[in-house]
């Protein structure tokens, strides 16, 4: 099929050009390329409160949500002179100027460049090595699903009150459950995954049966995994109301607690996500108005240490081999060596 011709859009002040803007990116119901950027423009003040000054990652599709993913850290040589980048290094002493959404058109601009996920970091550009953000990752392994997602967010919700912290919970547009906290800008990325850890050892103690904190799939069983490496520098996770790269063309959405009960993830979708936002607004809009004190986690993680034996736990593999780490070797492998 011949491209259709681009269009502009006037969006706040800002022209953004939309290429191809008939182009089927999602097969399910045939939405298209400017269904995508208009989904954007309807979620406007949701998505740009979940990106606002963060570096981010994009997830290209340019043939479609089915078609190749281009994950790209680096914005584009060339782009409008409007668009803002926050710059991030890495162990290796490179750098990457990524995008920093400051307003809707960026984003709209992003998606005309075939981002369908937006993966920003949990740190703001005025800060980028101490996060205001833990991510807990509720992550149902083969055999699990959705349901035991909900029934596990039920005990995490009941320690964050514990806690005395507010969560604010999301689909993750798939079979999960994503839970932000706000954190108080002190403490580093080791910091908090550590606490991370800790907390989801908690769960884990809490409700053995329904909960993992293996690291290696092979001894995670049924169960729901707390990714706690998803706390680790450079790994992200979709936003709040980010678009994800399938046929269905679902949604990363946020949901009260109490919908959490019973809401079917498969209905957030790029057609239904608007009207839901126009009734409800962003359930996510009081996010930043506390910042947490991370000290009872990390006490945890203290005593976990020291009265528990529960140091460490391994790292993604293209991580470097950090200080206090397990032997990162797949427990089967290491029976055959030993």
């Excluded at 290796?92 to 937006?118: K, M, P, Q, Y």
């Excluded at 049924?222 to 046929?247: C, E, G, M, W």
């Excluded at 910042?291 to 203290?302: C, R, W």
Aim: glycine residues 6%; aromatic residues 8%.
């Amino acid at each position: 099929m011949a491209a259709t011709p681009a269009i502009e859009l006037e969006i706040e002040g800002r022209t953004v050009r939309v290429s191809n803007p008939d182009k089927v990116y999602f097969s399910t119901h045939g939405q298209t390329k400017l269904d995508l950027v208009n989904y954007y423009l309807a979620v406007s003040p949701g998505i740009v409160r979940a990106l606002f000054e963060r570096p981010c990652m994009l997830q290209r599709f340019p043939d479609g949500a089915e078609g190749e993913a281009i994950y790209q850290k680096r914005v584009p040589e060339h782009h409008p002179d409007w668009v803002e980048t926050a710059r991030v290094t890495f162990p290796s002493g490179r750098h990457a100027d990524e995008l920093c959404v400051t307003e809707i058109a960026s984003v709209a601009w992003a998606a005309n460049l075939g981002t369908i996920v937006f993966h920003p970091w949990p740190s703001r550009r005025g800060d980028v090595e101490h996060p205001d953000e833990m991510r807990i990752d509720l992550d149902p392994q083969p055999g699990t699903d959705f349901d035991d997602a909900r029934r596990v967010a039920g005990t995490v919700h009941e320690y964050l009150d514990e806690l005395g912290y507010i969560g604010f919970p999301k689909s993750s547009g798939g079979r999960g459950i994503h839970i932000y906290v706000r954190l108080q800008p002190r403490w580093t990325f080791t910091q908090i995954r550590r606490a991370v850890l800790a907390f989801s050892r908690e769960i884990e103690r809490r409700i053995p049966d329904e909960v993992t904190t293996n690291w290696w799939k092979e001894e995670r069983g049924v169960k729901v995994f707390l990714d706690y490496n998803q706390n680790a520098r450079d790994r992200t996770i979709a936003a709040a109301y980010s678009v994800r790269a399938n046929p269905r063309a679902t949604v990363s959405t946020p949901v009260t607690w109490l919908e959490l009960e019973d809401v079917e993830p498969n209905d957030f979708t790029i057609s239904s996500v608007p009207q839901r936002f126009a009734q409800l607004g962003d359930l996510h809009a009081a996010i930043d108005d506390v910042e947490h004190d991370l000290t009872p986690l990390i006490e945890l993680a203290d005593k976990d240490e020291r009265d528990r034996g529960l140091g460490d736990a391994p790292y993604p593999p293209n991580f470097p081999k950090m200080e206090g780490e397990p032997a990162r070797v797949q427990p089967s492998r290491a029976k055959k060596k030993d």
